[in-house]
């Protein structure tokens, strides 16, 4: 379950930092902001809608599963679908679509 401090942030499973965001999979950046780009995976060529997120956040799936993500992405597969990219895994599988 998760823990809130007494401002109502939810905070670390440390119990003493807040998590800057939480994101879910019905819950995501609007899909007009700016930050949202095209993005191709290096490998297979495919390409995805991308948002970065600077420092660490939480994703929430559809199933309800919990992911912690120190700092990285928000992407959607071609089904429109969001999974997190922790920044390492961006940098070395992804690139700016141009």
């Not at 660490?56 to 919990?66: R, S, Y």
Request: hydrophobic content about 35%; glycine content about 10%; charged content about 25%.
């Amino acid at each position: 379950m998760p823990a809130y401090n007494d401002r109502g942030a939810r905070i670390s499973p440390a119990g003493n930092q807040p998590y800057d965001s939480v994101y879910a999979h019905n819950r995501l950046p609007a899909p007009d902001d700016p930050g949202w780009g095209t993005h191709r995976h290096k490998a297979s060529g495919s390409l995805a809608r991308a948002i970065r997120v600077h420092g660490p956040f939480d994703f929430i799936g559809e199933a309800g599963q919990e992911e912690h993500c120190s700092d990285g992405w928000i992407a959607l597969d071609t089904e429109g679908r969001p999974f997190v990219l922790p920044l390492a895994v961006y940098d070395d599988q992804f690139e700016v679509a141009e």
